[in-house]
């Protein structure tokens, strides 16, 4: 599994002029792909990584230094599935997605590292699986990771 996760200070996510998810004030929006062989584990595994990874600074009385995962202060996550993660455009002009899995494989580990997260305690909103999805954010930062598990 990949990930994209941008730290914002905002993010919401539309289709069809529908606002279906949104999150507001420091948090994580997430873009994640999935391959082939990516399992269950792989999923549960991000999700852990998401939620206890060290991305915001602390307060005054956190000490000198200190920065905080979402886990510590309960900052929310937008998680978007996004197939294009996977697209290789090494060669010619047009990308192949050979290696992004289909949607009846990517689906559910999607919704799984949704539903881990979730277990984790955190807030989640979510984009809508395999919908054309307007993704807006405020890149607070802006600060840009890259996973892979």
């Not at 886990?71 to 992004?100: C, E, H, M």
Request: aromatic share 6%; with cysteine.
């Amino acid at each position: 599994m990949r990930a994209v996760v941008q730290r914002v200070s905002e993010a919401a996510v539309t289709v069809a002029g529908e606002r279906v998810g949104a999150i507001s004030g420091p948090g994580l929006c997430v873009l994640v792909g999935v391959t082939h062989d990516d399992t269950p584990a792989q999923a549960a595994a991000l999700a852990r990584k998401l939620w206890s990874l060290r991305l915001f600074e602390g307060g005054a009385g956190d000490g000198p230094g200190r920065e905080l995962s979402c886990s510590d202060f309960d900052g929310p996550l937008l998680v978007i599935s996004q197939f294009t993660l996977y697209g290789d455009a090494r060669k010619g002009r047009r990308p192949t997605w050979n290696a992004a899995a289909p949607g009846p494989v990517a689906e559910p580990l999607v919704a799984e590292v949704v539903e881990q997260l979730r277990a984790l305690g955190a807030k989640v909103e979510t984009g809508r699986f395999g919908a054309d999805m307007k993704v807006s954010l405020v890149n607070d930062g802006p600060f840009t990771v890259l996973l892979e598990v």
